[in-house]
């Protein structure tokens, strides 16, 4: 029975939700002859030089702003499906049974946490939060923000900014992230392209410690060749197939 587990998630344990992932061709994903979801590359829309960087925010601000209420107000639309399901009772499983579970997650929006999930290390940031750049106070909002919006805290007017970590920001939790890694003995990377660093490099962290891992996505990422195992298909289905067999000693 293992002991300890990280998994990290990108957007394509979402796409069943209805949230589109970044870079995949538009498509659909049939799960049988029922449609399960769609994929669709948010990158191909938009640039993110214009709308995910500190210098795109400061050049457009409110086209900044556009982009990230209407992924917000997605939200209000969506809900977990059953692989972030499947990840919230497994968390508590290994839990109940003394074991450790560590969910990493580039994933801005908040479907993990409505799963049930409670240990959710947010890496990129989180849809449903803005930030203060004058005093960095972070306060919730699944409210549109506008450059017209002053901080609570500080009073400061057209200050406040989507609390999401940019292209070319510190990612949050590094340090948490290596301390949950270098006790695992599995790692689990689901629906991510593994096209940005540091959560692309994760893999290759777990390979020098000789820490088994695993892949569950939709098709083999860019970087399959380091993972001891990959599993493809519908998050939905591959996801709490996977959580079964951990409980079987199979994983
Ligand atoms: N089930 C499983 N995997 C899926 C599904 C699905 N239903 N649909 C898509 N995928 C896979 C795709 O095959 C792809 O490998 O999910 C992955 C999505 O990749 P990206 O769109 O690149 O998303 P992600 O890896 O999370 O991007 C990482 O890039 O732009 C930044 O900050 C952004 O956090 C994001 C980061």
């Known amino acids: 029975m293992v002991k300890n587990i990280v998994v990290l998630t990108g957007a394509g344990i979402s796409a069943e939700s209805g949230l589109s992932t970044f870079r995949d061709e538009t498509g659909k994903i049939e799960v049988g ?3 399960v979801g769609k994929i669709g590359g948010i990158w191909a829309e938009y640039d993110y030089r214009e709308v995910a960087t500190p210098e795109g925010f400061l050049a457009n601000p409110a086209l900044v702003h556009e982009f990230y209420n209407k992924r917000r107000a997605m939200l209000l639309e969506v809900a977990p499906n059953a692989a972030h399901i499947a990840l919230a009772d497994l968390e508590k499983r290994l839990l109940d049974q003394g074991a450790g579970f560590t969910l990493v997650t580039q994933n801005v929006d908040d479907l993990h946490a409505r799963a049930g999930s409670i240990n959710v290390l947010q890496m990129h940031g989180q849809l449903n939060k803005v930030k203060c750049v004058r005093c960095e106070h972070i306060f919730e909002t699944c409210n549109d923000v506008s450059l ?22 510190i990612p949050h939790y590094l340090d948490d992230i290596d301390e949950a890694l270098s006790d695992a003995d599995l790692f689990v990377s689901i629906g991510t ?37 990959g599993v493809y298909g519908p998050a939905t289905v591959i996801v ?10 199979n994983y």
Not at 198 to 204: D, K, M, N, Y
Not at 240 to 249: A, G, H, L, M
């Open 148 to 169: 017209n919006d002053s901080c609570p805290e500080c009073f400061e007017v057209g200050g406040i900014r989507p609390h999401i970590v940019w292209f070319g920001e």
């Open 193 to 229: 392209s593994g096209s940005v660093y540091p959560a692309a490099g994760l893999v290759g962290a777990v390979r020098q410690m000789n820490i088994p891992s695993l892949e569950l996505n939709l098709v083999a990422s860019e970087n399959a060749a380091l993972f001891t195992h």
């Open 33 to 35: 002859k029922t449609e």
């Open 240 to 249: 709490p197939e996977w959580v079964e067999s951990v409980f079987e000693d």
